[in-house]
């Protein structure tokens, strides 16, 4: 069975500086996908970055970036300079093998500060 | 619109009472995920379709929930005898193979239920 962990129930980060959203996962397949996306307060879930399990580059998209560090078996999000609309929720997410459906963990609020 | 479309936005209904969703995937998008979301807590997995057929359930989906997907176009949840513990966010999402690799899942923008 898989598993996603999210540790940081809150973090806090100061306008224009970067943060680090921490994702760990547990799976004993050789083949799979890591997502994020950000949820804000409208309720839409909005896909942010995917990075493959064989996929040799960190996945990159604007600010965002996917520090994939597979034998600690980590996929932390990295936003670059913050803005105020970055304030959300933020889940990881992961697709295993043969099977289609993402599983999520528990999500990171993330507030911005000005 | 080219999204994920969920109707009603929200919905308030009486305890005991039916209630049904409808989501309108993608329209290119062959596979459609049905999800529950709580406060607090992550989207958790209710249902798969791949074009019209059921292919997974989760055990959090009780006899009370139903889906489907008729033509393997829109699909429906429904909940039968409503309780106070279905209050929550239900979220559609739609994706479709892209080559060798599926792409990511799009979500609706969910209906919000509260069971009074």
């Known amino acids: 069975a898989q598993k996603i962990t999210q540790t940081q129930p809150g973090m806090f980060v100061q306008e224009k500086e970067a943060v680090t959203l921490d994702c760990t996962y547990d799976?004993?397949?050789?083949?799979?996908?890591l997502f994020w996306y950000k949820q804000p307060s409208s309720g839409e879930m909005i896909f942010l970055i995917y990075q493959g399990s064989y996929d040799q580059q960190n996945a990159t998209e604007g600010r965002y970036s996917l520090n994939f560090q597979k034998a600690r078996k980590s996929a932390n999000l990295v936003i670059s300079a913050s803005q105020l609309g970055d304030s959300a929720m933020y889940f990881c997410?992961?697709?295993?093998?043969?099977?289609?459906?993402?599983?999520f963990g528990r999500g990171t609020s993330l507030i911005v500060h000005p | 619109d080219t999204g994920v479309s969920q109707n009603p936005r929200h919905k308030i209904t009486k305890r005991g009472q039916n209630v049904t969703f409808r989501c309108d995937p993608i329209s290119e998008h062959n596979r459609l995920y049905w999800y529950r979301q709580t406060l607090g807590q992550g989207p958790e997995f209710l249902t798969y379709f791949q074009n019209e057929a059921q292919l997974e359930k989760s055990r959090l989906l009780s006899d009370r929930f139903s889906a489907e997907r008729p033509k393997g176009s829109f699909s429906t949840l429904e909940i039968q005898r409503t309780e106070q513990g279905d209050s929550a966010m239900y979220l559609c999402a739609s994706s479709q193979r892209g080559g060798e690799v599926d792409t990511e899942a799009f979500f609706g923008q969910g209906t919000r239920l509260t069971v009074v």
């Open positions: 799976t004993s397949d050789p083949s799979y996908g």
């Open positions: 997410a992961m697709r295993v093998g043969g099977s289609y459906i993402p599983t």
